[in-house]
Protein backbone atom coordinates (compact mmCIF):
# COMPACT_ATOMS: atom_id res chain seq x y z
CA UNK A 1 0.00 0.00 0.00
CA UNK A 2 1.71 3.40 -0.75
CA UNK A 3 2.16 6.07 2.24
CA UNK A 4 -0.56 8.00 2.13
CA UNK A 5 0.93 11.47 1.37
CA UNK A 6 1.64 10.36 -2.07
CA UNK A 7 -1.68 11.23 -4.52
CA UNK A 8 -3.21 8.32 -6.92
CA UNK A 9 -5.45 7.92 -9.55
CA UNK A 10 -7.72 4.67 -9.87
CA UNK A 11 -7.94 3.79 -13.03
CA UNK A 12 -10.86 1.09 -14.25
CA UNK A 13 -12.31 -0.32 -17.57
CA UNK A 14 -14.17 -2.75 -19.17
CA UNK A 15 -13.62 -4.95 -21.99
CA UNK A 16 -16.29 -6.97 -24.46
CA UNK A 17 -16.32 -8.45 -28.24
CA UNK A 18 -18.94 -6.84 -30.34
CA UNK A 19 -21.42 -9.47 -29.11
CA UNK A 20 -21.01 -8.44 -25.47
CA UNK A 21 -18.79 -11.37 -24.47
CA UNK A 22 -16.32 -10.62 -21.61
CA UNK A 23 -12.76 -10.63 -23.02
CA UNK A 24 -9.93 -11.95 -20.91
CA UNK A 25 -6.45 -11.07 -20.48
CA UNK A 26 -4.41 -8.32 -19.12
CA UNK A 27 -3.70 -4.07 -19.12
CA UNK A 28 0.00 -3.17 -18.28
CA UNK A 29 0.82 0.54 -17.32
CA UNK A 30 4.43 1.45 -17.18
CA UNK A 31 5.96 4.68 -15.96
CA UNK A 32 8.97 5.92 -17.92
CA UNK A 33 11.84 5.00 -15.16
CA UNK A 34 12.03 4.51 -11.29
CA UNK A 35 10.19 7.10 -9.29
CA UNK A 36 11.63 8.90 -6.08
CA UNK A 37 9.12 10.34 -3.89
CA UNK A 38 11.59 11.79 -1.21
CA UNK A 39 9.02 13.46 0.72
CA UNK A 40 7.80 9.79 1.74
CA UNK A 41 10.87 8.09 1.29
CA UNK A 42 9.84 5.74 -1.36
CA UNK A 43 11.16 4.40 -4.96
CA UNK A 44 8.81 3.03 -6.85
CA UNK A 45 9.63 0.77 -10.47
CA UNK A 46 8.10 -1.54 -12.16
CA UNK A 47 4.79 -1.85 -14.47
CA UNK A 48 1.22 -2.91 -12.80
CA UNK A 49 -0.33 -5.55 -14.62
CA UNK A 50 -4.18 -5.49 -14.05
CA UNK A 51 -5.84 -9.18 -14.91
CA UNK A 52 -9.55 -9.09 -16.52
CA UNK A 53 -12.44 -10.35 -14.59
CA UNK A 54 -14.80 -12.72 -15.05
CA UNK A 55 -16.57 -9.55 -16.30
CA UNK A 56 -14.17 -8.41 -18.80
CA UNK A 57 -13.06 -5.17 -16.10
CA UNK A 58 -9.96 -3.89 -14.43
CA UNK A 59 -8.67 -1.95 -11.42
CA UNK A 60 -5.77 -0.06 -10.73
CA UNK A 61 -4.68 2.74 -8.04
CA UNK A 62 -1.35 4.18 -9.40
CA UNK A 63 0.49 7.70 -8.64
CA UNK A 64 -0.69 10.46 -10.22
CA UNK A 65 1.33 11.67 -13.16
CA UNK A 66 1.33 15.39 -11.06
CA UNK A 67 2.16 14.11 -7.75
CA UNK A 68 4.05 17.27 -6.11
CA UNK A 69 7.94 16.53 -5.45
CA UNK A 70 8.02 13.43 -7.50
CA UNK A 71 11.60 12.65 -9.56
CA UNK A 72 11.32 12.44 -12.71
CA UNK A 73 8.23 14.83 -13.48
CA UNK A 74 6.17 15.87 -16.28
CA UNK A 75 6.15 12.21 -17.94
CA UNK A 76 2.86 9.93 -18.99
CA UNK A 77 1.98 6.28 -18.58
CA UNK A 78 2.27 3.58 -21.57
CA UNK A 79 -0.64 1.73 -21.47
CA UNK A 80 -0.64 -2.23 -23.28
CA UNK A 81 -3.68 -3.35 -24.19
CA UNK A 82 -3.01 -7.68 -24.11
CA UNK A 83 -6.47 -9.11 -24.58
CA UNK A 84 -7.81 -12.43 -25.84
CA UNK A 85 -8.87 -12.80 -29.37
CA UNK A 86 -7.06 -9.28 -30.84
CA UNK A 87 -3.64 -10.25 -32.01
CA UNK A 88 -1.87 -6.91 -32.05
CA UNK A 89 -3.01 -4.99 -28.31
CA UNK A 90 -2.76 -1.31 -28.55
CA UNK A 91 -0.29 0.97 -26.70
CA UNK A 92 -0.93 4.64 -25.79
CA UNK A 93 0.06 7.15 -23.90
CA UNK A 94 -2.34 8.74 -20.49
CA UNK A 95 -2.12 11.33 -18.64
CA UNK A 96 -3.24 10.15 -14.63
CA UNK A 97 -3.58 14.26 -13.09
CA UNK A 98 -4.35 14.52 -9.07
CA UNK A 99 -7.70 15.84 -10.19
CA UNK A 100 -9.04 13.67 -11.90
CA UNK A 101 -9.15 10.47 -9.03
CA UNK A 102 -11.37 8.22 -11.02
CA UNK A 103 -11.28 7.79 -14.57
CA UNK A 104 -12.22 5.34 -17.49
CA UNK A 105 -9.61 3.84 -20.24
CA UNK A 106 -13.01 4.27 -22.64
CA UNK A 107 -12.64 8.04 -21.50
CA UNK A 108 -8.93 8.62 -22.46
CA UNK A 109 -8.05 5.52 -24.95
CA UNK A 110 -7.52 6.71 -28.40
CA UNK A 111 -10.09 5.14 -30.92
CA UNK A 112 -8.85 7.66 -33.97
CA UNK A 113 -6.01 9.71 -34.67
CA UNK A 114 -7.59 13.13 -34.16
CA UNK A 115 -8.50 12.37 -30.37
CA UNK A 116 -5.76 12.73 -28.42
CA UNK A 117 -4.07 9.87 -26.07
CA UNK A 118 -3.78 11.83 -22.93
CA UNK A 119 -6.63 13.03 -20.01
CA UNK A 120 -6.73 17.17 -20.60
CA UNK A 121 -6.38 18.56 -17.51
CA UNK A 122 -9.17 21.42 -16.44
CA UNK A 123 -8.74 24.86 -16.49
CA UNK A 124 -9.84 27.00 -13.73
CA UNK A 125 -13.24 28.30 -14.72
CA UNK A 126 -14.24 31.98 -15.39
CA UNK A 127 -15.88 31.67 -11.69
CA UNK A 128 -13.46 30.24 -9.82
CA UNK A 129 -10.93 33.37 -11.73
CA UNK A 130 -13.03 35.49 -10.39
CA UNK A 131 -12.92 34.14 -6.64
CA UNK A 132 -9.26 34.19 -6.77
CA UNK A 133 -9.02 38.06 -7.78
CA UNK A 134 -11.03 38.90 -4.85
CA UNK A 135 -14.94 37.99 -6.06
CA UNK A 136 -17.29 37.24 -3.02
CA UNK A 137 -20.29 35.90 -3.31
CA UNK A 138 -22.04 32.39 -4.72
CA UNK A 139 -21.80 31.54 -8.56
CA UNK A 140 -25.36 32.41 -8.97
CA UNK A 141 -24.48 35.98 -7.48
CA UNK A 142 -21.21 36.15 -9.88
CA UNK A 143 -23.19 35.28 -13.03
CA UNK A 144 -25.79 37.92 -12.04
CA UNK A 145 -22.81 40.53 -11.84
CA UNK A 146 -21.76 40.05 -15.42
CA UNK A 147 -25.30 41.67 -16.54
CA UNK A 148 -25.11 45.60 -17.25
CA UNK A 149 -27.38 48.11 -17.02
CA UNK A 150 -29.99 47.79 -20.05
CA UNK A 151 -28.07 50.59 -22.75
CA UNK A 152 -30.25 53.56 -24.19
CA UNK A 153 -32.47 52.39 -27.12
CA UNK A 154 -30.61 53.17 -30.65
CA UNK A 155 -31.63 55.42 -33.69
CA UNK A 156 -33.96 52.98 -36.59
CA UNK A 157 -32.41 52.52 -39.57
CA UNK A 158 -33.88 52.88 -43.02
CA UNK A 159 -35.59 50.30 -44.25
CA UNK A 160 -34.03 48.31 -46.89
CA UNK A 161 -34.85 48.09 -50.69
CA UNK A 162 -37.91 45.04 -51.20
CA UNK A 163 -36.85 42.15 -52.82
CA UNK A 164 -37.87 40.82 -56.20
CA UNK A 165 -39.90 37.54 -56.24
CA UNK A 166 -38.43 34.59 -57.10
CA UNK A 167 -39.27 32.09 -59.90
CA UNK A 168 -41.75 29.18 -59.28
CA UNK A 169 -40.75 25.63 -59.09
CA UNK A 170 -41.27 22.59 -61.54
CA UNK A 171 -44.35 20.79 -59.33
CA UNK A 172 -43.43 17.24 -57.86
CA UNK A 173 -44.44 13.61 -58.76
CA UNK A 174 -47.27 12.52 -56.77
CA UNK A 175 -47.01 10.19 -54.01
CA UNK A 176 -48.34 6.54 -53.50
CA UNK A 177 -51.62 7.42 -51.74
CA UNK A 178 -51.44 6.68 -47.34
CA UNK A 179 -52.87 4.18 -45.49
CA UNK A 180 -55.60 5.25 -43.83
CA UNK A 181 -56.01 5.26 -39.80
CA UNK A 182 -58.01 1.77 -39.35
CA UNK A 183 -55.94 -1.29 -38.28
CA UNK A 184 -54.20 -2.78 -41.07
CA UNK A 185 -53.82 -6.12 -38.97
CA UNK A 186 -54.18 -8.18 -35.69
CA UNK A 187 -51.32 -10.80 -34.46
CA UNK A 188 -50.62 -11.12 -38.59
CA UNK A 189 -54.05 -11.49 -39.44
CA UNK A 190 -55.46 -8.81 -42.14
CA UNK A 191 -59.21 -10.04 -43.07
CA UNK A 192 -61.98 -7.65 -42.95
CA UNK A 193 -63.42 -9.39 -39.68
CA UNK A 194 -60.59 -10.84 -38.53
CA UNK A 195 -61.46 -13.35 -34.94
CA UNK A 196 -59.30 -14.18 -32.35
CA UNK A 197 -58.61 -18.00 -30.54
CA UNK A 198 -56.86 -18.46 -27.33
CA UNK A 199 -54.06 -19.82 -29.40
CA UNK A 200 -53.59 -16.71 -31.30
CA UNK A 201 -52.90 -14.92 -27.93
CA UNK A 202 -50.40 -17.24 -26.20
CA UNK A 203 -53.86 -18.30 -24.09
CA UNK A 204 -55.54 -21.54 -22.16
CA UNK A 205 -59.22 -21.88 -23.86
CA UNK A 206 -61.31 -21.33 -20.93
CA UNK A 207 -63.08 -24.66 -21.84
CA UNK A 208 -59.64 -26.12 -20.95
CA UNK A 209 -60.25 -25.52 -17.32
CA UNK A 210 -61.13 -28.23 -15.02
CA UNK A 211 -61.09 -30.51 -18.04
CA UNK A 212 -59.02 -33.54 -19.00
CA UNK A 213 -55.26 -32.37 -20.29
CA UNK A 214 -56.48 -28.88 -19.82
CA UNK A 215 -55.68 -26.89 -16.41
CA UNK A 216 -56.98 -27.30 -12.86
CA UNK A 217 -59.20 -24.63 -11.30
CA UNK A 218 -59.20 -23.10 -7.89
CA UNK A 219 -62.09 -22.54 -5.52
CA UNK A 220 -63.49 -20.10 -3.40
CA UNK A 221 -60.69 -20.13 -0.48
CA UNK A 222 -58.26 -20.15 -3.55
CA UNK A 223 -57.72 -23.88 -3.18
CA UNK A 224 -57.59 -26.93 -5.88
CA UNK A 225 -60.85 -28.71 -5.38
CA UNK A 226 -60.50 -32.16 -4.31
CA UNK A 227 -62.10 -33.61 -7.63
CA UNK A 228 -59.24 -32.44 -9.65
CA UNK A 229 -56.61 -33.80 -6.88
CA UNK A 230 -54.95 -37.50 -8.23
CA UNK A 231 -56.02 -40.71 -6.47
CA UNK A 232 -54.44 -41.78 -3.57
CA UNK A 233 -54.22 -45.39 -3.07
CA UNK A 234 -53.45 -45.61 0.68
CA UNK A 235 -55.27 -42.51 2.44
CA UNK A 236 -55.45 -42.25 6.11
CA UNK A 237 -58.79 -42.75 7.62
CA UNK A 238 -58.28 -42.09 11.00
CA UNK A 239 -55.21 -41.26 13.89
CA UNK A 240 -55.55 -42.98 16.36
CA UNK A 241 -59.07 -43.54 16.12
CA UNK A 242 -59.90 -40.06 15.55
CA UNK A 243 -61.08 -38.41 12.31
CA UNK A 244 -61.94 -34.83 11.52
CA UNK A 245 -59.70 -32.37 12.72
CA UNK A 246 -57.50 -34.85 14.87
CA UNK A 247 -55.96 -33.26 17.67
CA UNK A 248 -54.01 -35.51 19.67
CA UNK A 249 -52.12 -35.23 23.00
CA UNK A 250 -49.53 -36.77 24.77
CA UNK A 251 -51.95 -39.77 26.57
CA UNK A 252 -53.13 -40.52 22.53
CA UNK A 253 -50.09 -41.52 21.81
CA UNK A 254 -49.22 -43.27 25.34
CA UNK A 255 -46.81 -40.44 26.86
CA UNK A 256 -46.37 -38.27 29.80
CA UNK A 257 -47.06 -35.03 29.02
CA UNK A 258 -43.89 -32.45 29.03
CA UNK A 259 -45.65 -30.54 32.09
CA UNK A 260 -45.22 -34.84 34.38
CA UNK A 261 -40.88 -33.40 33.98
CA UNK A 262 -40.26 -33.26 37.57
CA UNK A 263 -43.48 -33.20 38.80
CA UNK A 264 -45.60 -35.27 41.30
CA UNK A 265 -47.02 -38.36 39.87
CA UNK A 266 -44.39 -37.70 36.70
CA UNK A 267 -41.13 -38.21 35.71
CA UNK A 268 -37.89 -36.89 37.42
CA UNK A 269 -35.93 -34.76 34.86
CA UNK A 270 -31.94 -34.52 34.52
CA UNK A 271 -30.07 -31.48 35.36
CA UNK A 272 -27.17 -30.24 32.46
CA UNK A 273 -24.70 -32.50 34.03
CA UNK A 274 -27.36 -35.42 32.82
CA UNK A 275 -27.80 -36.27 36.71
CA UNK A 276 -31.43 -36.71 38.53
CA UNK A 277 -31.55 -33.59 40.87
CA UNK A 278 -30.90 -33.91 44.19
CA UNK A 279 -34.74 -32.12 45.17
CA UNK A 280 -36.27 -35.28 42.88
CA UNK A 281 -34.25 -37.82 44.96
CA UNK A 282 -36.56 -39.95 48.26
CA UNK A 283 -34.75 -38.29 51.83
CA UNK A 284 -31.50 -40.35 52.64
CA UNK A 285 -33.77 -42.55 55.33
CA UNK A 286 -30.18 -44.52 56.60
CA UNK A 287 -30.99 -46.94 59.72
CA UNK A 288 -34.61 -46.97 60.67
CA UNK A 289 -36.09 -46.30 64.07
CA UNK A 290 -33.13 -44.59 65.36
CA UNK A 291 -32.96 -41.62 67.13
CA UNK A 292 -32.64 -38.31 63.77
CA UNK A 293 -32.17 -34.40 64.60
CA UNK A 294 -35.66 -34.08 62.93
CA UNK A 295 -37.40 -36.48 65.77
CA UNK A 296 -36.61 -33.90 68.41
CA UNK A 297 -37.99 -30.96 66.24
CA UNK A 298 -34.43 -30.39 65.04
CA UNK A 299 -32.77 -29.63 60.94
CA UNK A 300 -29.73 -31.01 62.12
CA UNK A 301 -27.26 -31.55 64.59
CA UNK A 302 -23.34 -31.77 65.58
CA UNK A 303 -24.25 -34.93 67.33
CA UNK A 304 -26.51 -36.58 69.36
CA UNK A 305 -26.53 -35.35 72.82
CA UNK A 306 -27.82 -39.11 73.93
CA UNK A 307 -24.04 -40.15 73.77
CA UNK A 308 -22.27 -37.37 74.94
CA UNK A 309 -20.54 -38.01 78.88
CA UNK A 310 -20.51 -34.70 80.82
CA UNK A 311 -19.35 -34.73 84.20
CA UNK A 312 -18.56 -31.13 84.85
CA UNK A 313 -19.76 -28.14 83.51
CA UNK A 314 -17.87 -25.83 81.24
CA UNK A 315 -18.94 -22.10 80.36
CA UNK A 316 -18.37 -19.77 77.61
CA UNK A 317 -15.15 -18.24 77.20
CA UNK A 318 -15.72 -14.45 76.35
CA UNK A 319 -15.13 -13.66 72.64
CA UNK A 320 -14.37 -17.24 71.66
CA UNK A 321 -15.95 -18.26 68.27
CA UNK A 322 -16.61 -21.98 68.76
CA UNK A 323 -16.84 -23.99 65.24
CA UNK A 324 -18.85 -26.80 64.95
CA UNK A 325 -19.42 -28.86 61.45
CA UNK A 326 -22.44 -30.28 60.19
CA UNK A 327 -23.17 -32.69 57.52
CA UNK A 328 -26.31 -31.59 54.88
CA UNK A 329 -27.04 -35.14 53.10
CA UNK A 330 -30.64 -33.37 51.81
CA UNK A 331 -31.90 -29.78 50.51
CA UNK A 332 -32.42 -28.51 54.19
CA UNK A 333 -34.51 -25.00 55.81
CA UNK A 334 -33.50 -23.59 58.71
CA UNK A 335 -33.18 -19.98 60.46
CA UNK A 336 -32.23 -20.98 63.51
CA UNK A 337 -28.94 -21.98 64.78
CA UNK A 338 -29.02 -23.81 68.55
CA UNK A 339 -26.63 -24.07 71.40
CA UNK A 340 -27.54 -26.59 74.36
CA UNK A 341 -27.78 -24.59 77.61
CA UNK A 342 -26.52 -26.62 80.79
CA UNK A 343 -27.22 -23.69 82.81
CA UNK A 344 -28.30 -20.15 81.79
CA UNK A 345 -30.86 -17.86 82.82
CA UNK A 346 -30.86 -15.08 80.60
CA UNK A 347 -29.03 -11.89 80.51
CA UNK A 348 -30.67 -8.64 78.82
CA UNK A 349 -27.98 -7.14 77.06
CA UNK A 350 -27.75 -7.90 73.66
CA UNK A 351 -23.92 -9.74 73.49
CA UNK A 352 -24.42 -13.15 71.14
CA UNK A 353 -23.59 -13.53 67.59
CA UNK A 354 -24.04 -16.78 65.19
CA UNK A 355 -24.06 -17.84 61.94
CA UNK A 356 -23.43 -20.50 59.18
CA UNK A 357 -20.55 -21.15 56.98
CA UNK A 358 -19.91 -23.54 53.69
CA UNK A 359 -16.62 -25.70 53.94
CA UNK A 360 -15.14 -23.06 51.70
CA UNK A 361 -15.52 -20.74 54.67
CA UNK A 362 -17.68 -18.67 53.05
CA UNK A 363 -20.74 -17.71 54.79
CA UNK A 364 -24.05 -18.43 54.45
CA UNK A 365 -26.11 -16.24 57.11
CA UNK A 366 -25.35 -14.86 60.17
CA UNK A 367 -26.46 -11.86 62.72
CA UNK A 368 -25.44 -8.65 62.01
CA UNK A 369 -24.97 -7.65 65.28
CA UNK A 370 -25.24 -9.46 69.03
CA UNK A 371 -28.23 -10.04 70.35
CA UNK A 372 -29.98 -11.05 73.63
CA UNK A 373 -30.94 -14.70 74.72
CA UNK A 374 -33.77 -15.98 76.42
CA UNK A 375 -33.06 -18.55 79.19
CA UNK A 376 -33.17 -21.75 78.84
CA UNK A 377 -35.31 -24.12 80.09
CA UNK A 378 -38.47 -22.30 80.05
CA UNK A 379 -40.84 -24.27 77.14
CA UNK A 380 -44.26 -24.92 78.64
CA UNK A 381 -44.40 -29.03 79.56
CA UNK A 382 -40.50 -29.63 80.34
CA UNK A 383 -39.38 -31.76 83.01
CA UNK A 384 -39.35 -29.27 86.09
CA UNK A 385 -35.78 -29.37 87.03
CA UNK A 386 -34.63 -28.36 83.38
CA UNK A 387 -37.20 -25.04 84.15
CA UNK A 388 -35.61 -24.17 87.32
CA UNK A 389 -32.19 -25.08 86.71
CA UNK A 390 -32.58 -23.23 83.01
CA UNK A 391 -30.99 -26.15 81.14
CA UNK A 392 -32.52 -26.95 77.36
CA UNK A 393 -31.76 -25.27 73.87
CA UNK A 394 -31.12 -21.37 73.08
CA UNK A 395 -31.33 -20.70 69.56
CA UNK A 396 -30.48 -17.59 67.83
CA UNK A 397 -32.88 -16.16 65.10
CA UNK A 398 -30.93 -15.92 61.43
CA UNK A 399 -32.11 -12.51 59.33
CA UNK A 400 -34.25 -15.24 57.34
CA UNK A 401 -34.67 -18.66 56.04
CA UNK A 402 -31.69 -20.85 54.00
CA UNK A 403 -31.75 -23.49 52.05
CA UNK A 404 -28.48 -25.79 52.54
CA UNK A 405 -27.82 -27.70 49.76
CA UNK A 406 -26.09 -31.03 50.30
CA UNK A 407 -22.55 -30.74 51.81
CA UNK A 408 -20.42 -30.39 54.67
CA UNK A 409 -21.31 -26.98 56.68
CA UNK A 410 -20.27 -24.94 59.77
CA UNK A 411 -22.08 -23.42 62.94
CA UNK A 412 -20.58 -20.68 64.80
CA UNK A 413 -21.50 -19.34 68.62
CA UNK A 414 -19.62 -16.20 70.08
CA UNK A 415 -20.45 -14.40 73.08
CA UNK A 416 -19.20 -11.10 72.54
CA UNK A 417 -18.59 -10.14 75.79
CA UNK A 418 -19.59 -10.27 79.66
CA UNK A 419 -18.62 -12.93 82.34
CA UNK A 420 -16.45 -16.43 82.12
CA UNK A 421 -19.54 -18.04 84.26
CA UNK A 422 -23.05 -16.39 82.04
CA UNK A 423 -23.53 -19.04 80.16
CA UNK A 424 -22.80 -22.99 81.08
CA UNK A 425 -23.25 -25.44 78.09
CA UNK A 426 -22.99 -28.89 77.47
CA UNK A 427 -20.07 -30.35 75.77
CA UNK A 428 -18.39 -33.13 74.26
CA UNK A 429 -15.37 -33.56 76.71
CA UNK A 430 -12.11 -33.11 75.50
CA UNK A 431 -8.83 -33.79 76.96
CA UNK A 432 -6.39 -33.48 73.98
CA UNK A 433 -4.96 -30.92 71.55
CA UNK A 434 -7.04 -32.19 68.76
CA UNK A 435 -10.62 -33.29 69.33
CA UNK A 436 -12.41 -36.68 68.03
CA UNK A 437 -14.42 -34.99 66.16
CA UNK A 438 -11.38 -34.27 63.81
CA UNK A 439 -10.88 -37.08 62.60
CA UNK A 440 -10.60 -37.11 58.80
CA UNK A 441 -9.12 -38.87 55.96
CA UNK A 442 -8.62 -36.99 52.19
CA UNK A 443 -10.20 -33.45 52.13
CA UNK A 444 -9.46 -31.79 55.41
CA UNK A 445 -12.25 -31.14 57.50
CA UNK A 446 -12.35 -30.25 61.21
CA UNK A 447 -15.59 -30.30 62.76
CA UNK A 448 -14.78 -28.74 66.10
CA UNK A 449 -12.38 -25.94 66.81
CA UNK A 450 -12.48 -22.16 68.00
CA UNK A 451 -10.82 -18.85 67.15
CA UNK A 452 -10.16 -15.88 70.43
CA UNK A 453 -10.38 -12.02 70.21
CA UNK A 454 -13.82 -12.12 67.64
CA UNK A 455 -16.22 -9.66 68.93
CA UNK A 456 -18.68 -10.86 65.88
CA UNK A 457 -19.42 -13.54 63.03
CA UNK A 458 -16.71 -12.96 61.00
CA UNK A 459 -16.82 -12.66 57.03
CA UNK A 460 -15.01 -15.79 56.43
CA UNK A 461 -13.73 -19.00 58.03
CA UNK A 462 -10.37 -21.14 57.33
CA UNK A 463 -9.64 -23.73 59.23
CA UNK A 464 -5.86 -23.33 58.17
CA UNK A 465 -5.94 -19.72 59.70
CA UNK A 466 -2.41 -19.93 62.46
CA UNK A 467 -5.25 -18.90 65.08
CA UNK A 468 -7.27 -22.03 65.31
CA UNK A 469 -7.43 -24.35 68.43
CA UNK A 470 -8.86 -27.30 68.91
CA UNK A 471 -7.92 -27.57 72.93
CA UNK A 472 -11.18 -27.28 74.12
CA UNK A 473 -14.65 -28.61 75.13
CA UNK A 474 -16.88 -29.09 72.22
CA UNK A 475 -20.38 -27.44 72.57
CA UNK A 476 -23.42 -29.53 71.31
CA UNK A 477 -24.80 -27.33 68.38
CA UNK A 478 -27.82 -27.26 65.67
CA UNK A 479 -29.99 -26.47 63.16
CA UNK A 480 -33.90 -25.32 63.77
CA UNK A 481 -36.95 -24.33 61.45
CA UNK A 482 -38.63 -22.00 63.32
Not at 112 to 128: F, I, Q, W
Not at 274 to 279: E, F, H, L, N
Amino acid sequence: MLPKSIPTVTVSGRFLSPDGRPLSGSVTFRAPAQLTFPAADVILGGPVTAQLDAQGQISATLPATDAPGMVPDGWSYTVTESLSGIPVGRSYQVLLPTEAPEIDLADVAPTDPTKPNYLAVRGASAYEVAKAEGFEGTRPEWLASLAGPRGQEGTRGPAGPQGEPGLQGESGVQGAPGADGRVQSVNGQSAAEVTLAAADVGAVPMAAAGAPGGVAQLDDTGRVPTAQLPPTADAVASVNGKTGAVQLAAADVGALAASARGAAGGVASLDASGRIPTAQLPPATGARNIWTPQALGFQAWTCDPYTVANPVAKFLAPQRLYVCGINITEPTQANRVIMFARGYGGVPADRYSAGIYREDGTKVTSTSAPVGLDMAGQTAGSPPQMINNHIGATPIAMPSTVVLTPGRYWLTWVLTTGGTSDYAFYHVQNEAPVAAANLFFGAPFARAWYLNAQSNTPAKLNQADAGVLTDHDIPIMALALA
